[in-house]
């Protein structure tokens, strides 16, 4: 675990922005800190806080992901992020039609060719999960 000014420090964001995007519900921690009691961050969180930076960065708009209001925020597409064992997991954040919802999916290296053959995509953004996980680790030796 490690703390909120220890995150904000490695991702090169402030606390205030942190603490934005958590209010207005585009970043969920899974753990919620105790009244009067830091927040602190594992690294599941970490990796949805460093994909939410990356996101903001590039100039995505965090609002515009869905049609209903649960699906409007980046916080549901990232809840429960997934690896597999052995071997590398991609996130993909795409979209079928000009604004139109921004779905999730989780493949594996060798199966991003076929999905973008078998999809109509009008946006797709790929994450490498391995590789985050692995910058934060180097970053954040406490997460290993």
């Known amino acids: 675990m490690i ?23 585009f970043l969920k921690p899974m753990h919620t800190p105790a009244p009067g009691v830091g927040r602190t961050w594992d690294l599941p969180d970490a990796m949805r806080a460093a994909i939410t930076h990356r996101l903001f960065s ?4 965090l ?29 993909a954040l795409y979209s079928e039609f000009a604004g139109g ?6 493949m594996r290296p060798s199966e991003v060719a076929a999905f973008i053959m078998d999809h109509k995509l009008d946006f797709l953004l790929l994450i490498n999960l391995d590789q985050l996980e692995d910058e934060l680790v180097e970053k954040f030796p406490a997460l290993a």
Request: a positive charge; hydrophobic letters at 35%.
């Open 3 to 25: 703390t909120t000014a220890e995150l904000c420090k490695g991702l090169g964001i402030s606390r205030t922005r942190l603490d934005q995007w958590v209010s207005r519900g």
């Open 58 to 61: 590039h100039g995505i708009k």
């Open 63 to 91: 609002t515009a992901w869905g049609n209903s209001s649960d699906e409007k925020l980046l916080a549901s597409k990232l809840a429960h992020l997934k690896g597999f064992k052995n071997d590398a997991a991609i996130l």
């Open 101 to 106: 919802p921004i779905r999730k999916g989780t």
